[in-house]
């Protein structure tokens, strides 16, 4: 039985959209792509209850990169469902210390105090990744027939998750709120496109992003060289 795929849209704070996760299901039991933020922790839940998901059910949360509008309702997950929680190594310090900029570039004093606030990951928030993931690593043993990639750009520590049906879960590398493209917000735009050019050379048939539709990797066309 093919993968079946649950999309979980969460509002964000204050009208700024939507961020989306993902539950795969396999006959195996099920991975959750990201988790939104704290301020809808308790929505996730529920989506993912009616989703079918239990404790037990669940096998891994992959978590795309440190922002906190992804990893915000991580602790709560890991919490109510015993869930382990994996993220790339160069962005587990976010989740550490609530600092969303610990690897980037540093904006100004007033936007590194107004994130926290407006996403609320605080000390309750914060947590250690119970696993680290890399390039490469293979997801069967959690059910699923994927494997981790690292794809920079967005953030040093982004993560895509590729299924061997080409579904590209990208986090916030590509996003489609108004047409499909590159992030908008990179910290690395130059990583960005070595990503995207990478990917191109892969089974890319279906991009699942963090902010918009899912959309086929074929519309990314006038983004390569």
Partial sequence: MAAEIHTISLALP???GKVNCYLIKTEQG???IDTGGSNTSAVLLRELEAAGSRPGSLKLVVLTHGDFDHIGGAAALRKAYGAPLA??????????R???????????FIVRALVPLLMRFGKDERFE?????DDGFDLKPYGLEAVVLSIPGH????LGVLTSA???FCGDLFENEKEPGLNGLMDDP???????????????KMVYPGHGQPFGFEKLADWLP
């Fill in 129 to 133: 990744p119970d696993l680290l993931l």
């Fill in 87 to 96: 993220m790339h190594s160069a962005d587990a310090d976010s989740a550490r």
């Fill in 166 to 168: 080409g579904e590209l």
């Fill in 30 to 32: 099920q991975v959750l």
């Fill in 14 to 16: 204050l009208g700024m």
């Fill in 155 to 158: 953030s040093k520590g982004s």
């Fill in 190 to 204: 130059a990583a960005g496109r070595i990503s995207l050019a990478r990917l191109a050379e892969m089974n890319v």
């Fill in 98 to 108: 609530g600092d969303m900029f610990t690897n980037r570039k540093r904006p100004n």
